[in-house]
């Protein structure tokens, strides 16, 4: 869709140039995860040139990333308090920034229809769209019955997802009805799919933290000892056997080692070991049941090294990454739907992420109906990374009139 095809006529143009070039100077602004202030005060100044009344919500994790950023948060007021209330959320943050580039990985340049940077794709797009998308939302004649909120996080990419996490522990999702997100969305789903798409749930995931101990022995004599990285060797192996929990709309849940460390002399027995394994699982896996397939495989092993079975520190015992899955027949599954098919003459295809993110969060911890709407790339974390300019401008449009038909 273009602006002048059907953009005015429902009163809430995109300008498509304006869209990209938002982009672009995003992408121009290095954000590595706990390093977005310079992003934050960029989205913050955008929104309070346009009177959209930004505010910053602190993020701070003392004990263990001693991690202090904030949030940019904005506000649309409907007309009716009983009328439902949509979060727009996306992240600023990107992985670290890549080695392998050939180019500057935070050019921003445009070739092909293809913008290019580290973070274009994930997720710069669709924090591009969201920030478009609330922009015309606020400028429409258009009546808002409901609130839309936005909200543009920190430390998506990093290890805790601290940015929503303190949106949830600080209570600005409890008036909250339902949550869009704009990841990138076929690229990183359980089955093919193409743009326009929703995907409507997500896998969750837990990481073992597991000590193995064993018993030191100079290296000549390795039967006086036990080692600790044979026996957690063998504990890898047998936690990828685990029979995984399986989902209609998740599919199966997996296991995959990720970290082995042990030994630090040259020659001695290992004594101790420290293994870590990745466990997305799917609606009815739990904590307790993930523990206790990590239990079993242990006591069929029957191991002489001592073994103990824990999962990551974290800042706070909230915080965790469970499964979710949004109905089909919810209302902003159909306000989406609609939208799509008045923007791209389509219906939107629909699935399911494979991994985790800040959806998991407002999904499962907070309760939302969360949807994940997003322009697609290539090269997501990766060098070379690049998002497709017409998706983002296409996401923009699709987020705003399902947000008018939400809140309208």
Same mark, same amino acid.
């Given at each position: ?20 070039? @938002? ?8 954000? $590595? ?9 960029? /989205? ?28 940019? /948060? ?6 009716? $308090? ?23 990985? *935070? ?41 839309? @909120? ?35 969305? =076929? ?8 743009? =326009? ?58 296991? *995959? ?33 993930? !523990? ?14 001592? /073994? ?27 306000? @989406?739907?609609?939208?799509? !098919? ?5 219906? =939107? ?19 939302? =109906? ?39």
């Amino acid at each position: 869709m273009t602006e002048t095809e059907t953009g005015p006529a429902s009163g809430l143009a995109i300008d498509p140039e304006e869209t990209i070039d @938002l982009l672009q100077q995003m992408v121009k602004i290095p954000s $590595p995860y706990f390093e977005e202030h310079d992003l934050a005060e960029f /989205v913050y100044d955008w929104l309070d040139d346009r009177d959209l009344d930004p505010e910053y919500h602190h993020v701070s994790e003392p004990e263990i990333t001693e991690y202090e950023g904030d949030n940019v /948060v904005a506000r649309l007021e409907g007309s009716d $308090p009983d009328a439902p209330t949509l979060l727009l959320n996306a992240h600023m943050d990107t992985v670290k920034l890549v080695e392998d580039w050939a180019e500057d990985p *935070c050019s921003g340049r445009i070739e092909d229809g293809k913008l290019y940077g580290q973070g274009a794709c994930d997720m710069k797009g669709g924090l591009a769209a969201v920030m478009k998308a609330f922009e015309a939302l606020a400028e429409s004649d258009r009546e808002l019955r409901g609130d839309v @909120l936005l909200t543009a996080v920190v430390d998506e990419e990093g290890p805790y997802g601290l940015g929503t996490d303190r949106l949830i522990r600080d209570g600005l999702t409890d008036d909250c009805d339902a949550a869009v997100v704009t990841e990138p969305g =076929p690229i990183l789903a359980q089955e093919d799919l193409d743009n =326009p798409a929703l995907l409507l749930g997500a896998r969750g995931r837990f990481l073992y933290d597991i000590t193995v101990k064993g018993k030191a022995a100079h290296g000549s004599q390795p039967h006086k000892g036990v080692s600790a990285l044979v026996d957690a060797g063998r504990l890898a192996e047998g936690l990828t056997e685990i029979e995984v929990g399986s989902h209609d709309k998740l599919g199966d849940g997996s296991v *995959c080692p990720l970290m082995l460390e042990s030994g630090s002399q040259t020659l001695s027995v290992p004594e101790r070991a420290r293994l870590m394994v990745d466990r997305h699982v799917v609606v009815g896996e739990t904590a307790e049941s993930v !523990r206790a397939d990590a239990e079993e495989v242990v006591a069929e092993l029957d191991l002489e090294s001592e /073994v103990e079975i824990s999962f990551r520190e974290a800042p706070d015992p909230g915080i965790k990454y469970g499964p979710y899955v949004t109905d089909e027949d919810h209302e902003l599954v159909g306000a @989406l739907q609609d939208a799509t !098919r008045e923007v791209a003459g389509v219906d =939107p295809e629909l699935g399911y992420f494979a991994s985790v993110g800040d959806f998991n969060y407002l999904g499962d911890r907070a309760g939302l =109906p969360t949807v994940i709407v997003g322009p697609d790339g290539e090269n997501i974390h990766g060098a070379g990374e690049f998002v497709y300019t017409d998706e983002v401008v296409e996401v923009a449009e699709i987020v705003t009139e399902a947000a008018a038909e939400f809140c309208g």
